[in-house]
């Protein structure tokens, strides 16, 4: 799965993502609302991660996930 799909589907991919990173919230989780960049930038807000560390995650739960 490719971020396009992931993009595409957003809303059948949000709860993956609350599971996956339990830190962010709901509303950040909407604001996000498929945007890559937001997500690895939430990711290095909530928990401190690196910029090529979140890439790296988002990326793995991108080939990882399907729904």
Same mark, same amino acid.
């Not at 807000?45 to 990882?64: H, I, L, M, S």
């Given at each position: 799965?490719?971020?396009?799909?992931?993009k !595409?589907?957003?809303?059948?991919?949000? !709860? =993956?993502? =609350?599971e =996956?990173?339990g830190k962010l919230?709901?509303?950040?989780?909407d604001?996000i609302?498929?945007?890559?960049?937001?997500l %690895?930038?939430?990711?290095q807000?909530?928990?401190?991660?690196a910029?090529d560390k979140?890439? =790296?995650? %988002?990326?793995?739960?991108?080939t990882?996930?399907?729904?």
């Amino acid at each position: 799965m490719n971020w396009d799909q992931v993009k !595409g589907q957003w809303k059948q991919f949000k !709860g =993956k993502i =609350k599971e =996956k990173w339990g830190k962010l919230t709901d509303d950040e989780i909407d604001v996000i609302s498929g945007k890559k960049d937001q997500l %690895v930038g939430k990711l290095q807000e909530r928990y401190g991660y690196a910029k090529d560390k979140a890439e =790296k995650e %988002v990326d793995e739960f991108c080939t990882t996930c399907s729904c």
